[in-house]
């Protein structure tokens, strides 16, 4: 199993801070620095900043907003990170929502699991450089005059070097998505995770590698959690109530919110429920003190340094393949020191195998 690491995903004010966190995870082994993409910096900005800085660490977007670039542009700017990175550039694309998307970026948002497979569609064609000629609901490439174009449009082909392998990973969480996930990346991006409902992600993922006539093993499996090494585990999880209830409650709508779902979906459905009604009427306090210990508990990595074998052995009993590491610390130091002796156990487990 290996391992990955991500960046902030809100605003990253200290550049330094980023790229000694970024080499100290190269120098430890770690596999992947993945970038999020919310509505402060954008996702591959500060991958061309640290590709620089580095030179074995694979980058990835986590993610690219569908429908926030066109799918041409989108695969201009991963060929051009993977060009500069050596090929160290991983293509991450998610749906978001309709709260950032329509919100923020000013975009319908509809049949995202459609939208993001003609991404994936068009990004391949292009990688492969092929001359690019799409139709399908959201892009037709060239655009017809029937569709508002001037009639002038010329299939083109990328003047860049091809780049057939550049892997494209996914970040879906509903299960149409997970199909589609399954059938057509390279690798899952998951979230709200919890190893022992593991087949509430994997299974529709299953179905759709099998529908193209591949496996499952052919999708690497990217999920993960916080990572403490404490003593003291019932205030760990004290601490980490708070973002759960910001997931479950504000990331999303009443009647649309992903994360939400894919916990009730996981057998939380009562609990769910009761911390985003008290979120949305404004009961902040009270939804954060709803969220059950057991719940943070299934969802992140914290104890002795036999506890967290234990918890990370079950993530690879399960079938995840890579394992997203988000160690905990109050300085970049503390960070580090979590990753090392995350990677250790991390190696020991991959021995025994």
Same mark, same amino acid.
């Given at each position: 199993?290996?391992?990955?690491?991500?960046?902030?995903?809100?605003?990253?004010?200290?550049?330094?801070?980023?790229?000694?966190?970024?080499?100290?995870?190269?120098?430890?082994?770690?596999?992947?620095?993945?970038?999020?993409?919310?509505?402060?910096?954008?996702?591959?900005?500060?991958?061309?900043?640290?590709?620089?800085?580095?030179?074995?660490?694979? =980058?990835?977007? &986590?993610? +690219?907003?569908? @429908?926030?670039?066109?799918? %041409?542009?989108?695969?201009?700017? $991963?060929? #051009?990170?993977?060009?500069?990175?050596?090929?160290?550039?991983?293509?991450?694309?998610?749906?978001?929502?309709?709260?950032?998307?329509?919100?923020?970026?000013?975009?319908?948002?509809?049949?995202?699991?459609?939208?993001?497979?003609?991404?994936?569609?068009?990004?391949?064609?292009?990688?492969?450089?092929?001359?690019?000629?799409?139709?399908?609901?959201?892009?037709?490439l060239p655009l017809s005059t029937e569709r508002g174009g001037t009639g002038l449009g010329k299939a083109l082909r990328s003047g860049a070097p091809v780049c057939p392998a550049l892997p494209i990973y996914v970040a879906?969480?509903?299960?149409?998505?997970? =199909?589609?996930? &399954?059938? +057509?990346?390279? @690798?899952?991006?998951?979230? %709200?995770?919890?190893?022992?409902? $593991?087949? #509430?992600?994997?299974?529709?993922?299953?179905?759709?590698?099998?529908?193209?006539?591949?496996?499952?093993?052919?999708?690497?499996?990217?999920?993960?959690?916080?990572?403490?090494?404490?003593?003291?585990?019932?205030?760990?999880?004290?601490?980490l109530k708070p973002s759960m209830a910001f997931q479950i409650g504000a990331m999303g709508s009443k009647t649309q919110n992903f994360y939400a779902d894919a916990y009730r979906r996981q057998g939380w459905a009562d609990e769910v429920s009761k911390i985003q009604g008290l979120w949305i009427e404004g009961r902040r306090d009270e939804a954060r003190r709803e969220v059950p210990t057991e719940m943070v508990l299934n969802s992140?990595?914290?104890?002795?340094?036999?506890?967290?074998?234990?918890?990370?052995?079950?993530?690879?009993?399960?079938?995840?393949?890579?394992?997203?590491?988000?160690?905990?610390?109050?300085?970049?130091?503390?960070?580090?020191?979590?990753?090392?002796?995350?990677?250790?156990?991390?190696?020991?487990?991959?021995?025994?195998?």
């Open positions: 199993m290996k391992a990955s690491v991500g960046l902030n995903r809100y605003a990253i004010e200290d550049w330094e801070e980023a790229t000694e966190f970024a080499l100290g995870a190269e120098k430890l082994g770690v596999d992947s620095l993945w970038s999020a993409e919310a509505w402060a910096h954008d996702a591959a900005t500060p991958l061309a900043y640290l590709i620089a800085k580095t030179s074995t660490l694979k =980058f990835g977007s &986590g993610i +690219f907003q569908v @429908g926030t670039r066109t799918p %041409s542009l989108v695969a201009m700017t $991963a060929m #051009t990170l993977d060009s500069m990175s050596g090929g160290r550039f991983i293509l991450g694309l998610g749906t978001s929502g309709p709260q950032v998307i329509e919100g923020w970026h000013g975009i319908p948002f509809r049949k995202p699991v459609t939208h993001t497979r003609e991404i994936i569609d068009i990004c391949r064609r292009i990688f492969n450089g092929e001359t690019l000629a799409y139709d399908g609901e959201f892009w037709r879906s969480l509903g299960p149409k998505n997970l =199909f589609m996930t &399954g059938a +057509f990346a390279d @690798g899952w991006l998951g979230t %709200s995770f919890l190893p022992e409902a $593991a087949e #509430t992600f994997l299974g529709p993922m299953r179905a759709g590698a099998e529908s193209v006539g591949r496996t499952l093993e052919s999708v690497d499996i990217a999920v993960g959690g916080t990572v403490r090494f404490t003593e003291d585990i019932e205030q760990a999880a004290e601490a992140s990595i914290l104890g002795s340094s036999t506890d967290i074998a234990e918890k990370l052995k079950a993530y690879k009993d399960v079938g995840v393949n890579t394992f997203r590491v988000g160690p905990y610390g109050t300085s970049v130091g503390e960070r580090l020191d979590t990753l090392a002796e995350t990677m250790k156990i991390l190696q020991e487990i991959n021995s025994e195998a």
